[in-house]
């Protein structure tokens, strides 16, 4: 059974630092596209980041330079690490993991086959 389990959320003041994490089980998360959405109240869910299984990664334009994806294959965890976070940041951060191993997929929020539950990030001045 596929499961994603994400972690690290939490208060922060604008400016600051947070590290999501999301352990995937049921499957080897290094075969699989993964990526990071985010979902405001009252806003679509949008694309912030994505690892191709073959680790190439892509973020949205709004993320560059801040944000960092990884993925550790030994934990079959995948990470990202936001510095800087401004207020319009806080939202639901959601994992997302799916089969196929495509470039073009990996910010587009319609595609993907799993979903975690999310966790919350709450930026404040």
């Known amino acids: 059974q596929v499961q994603l389990v994400e972690s690290g959320g939490g208060a922060v003041q604008t400016g600051g630092s947070l590290r999501l994490s999301c352990t995937a089980s049921?499957?080897?998360?290094?075969?699989?596209?993964m990526s990071w959405f985010r979902q405001a109240p009252g806003k679509e869910r949008e694309a912030v980041a994505g690892?191709?299984?073959?680790?190439?990664?892509r973020y949205a334009d709004s993320v560059k330079g801040r944000f960092t994806i990884s993925r550790e294959n030994a934990k079959n965890t995948m990470y990202l690490q936001m510095n800087s976070l401004k207020l319009e940041e806080t939202a639901m951060y959601y994992c997302?993991?799916?089969?196929?191993?495509?470039?073009?997929?990996?910010?587009?929020?319609?595609?993907?086959?799993?979903w975690g539950q999310g966790t919350q990030v709450t930026v404040s001045s």
């Open positions: 049921g499957f080897t998360a290094s075969r699989y596209s």
């Open positions: 690892i191709h299984s073959d680790g190439r990664t």
């Open positions: 997302a993991a799916d089969p196929r191993r495509d470039w073009g997929i990996l910010l587009n929020p319609l595609i993907f086959t799993y």
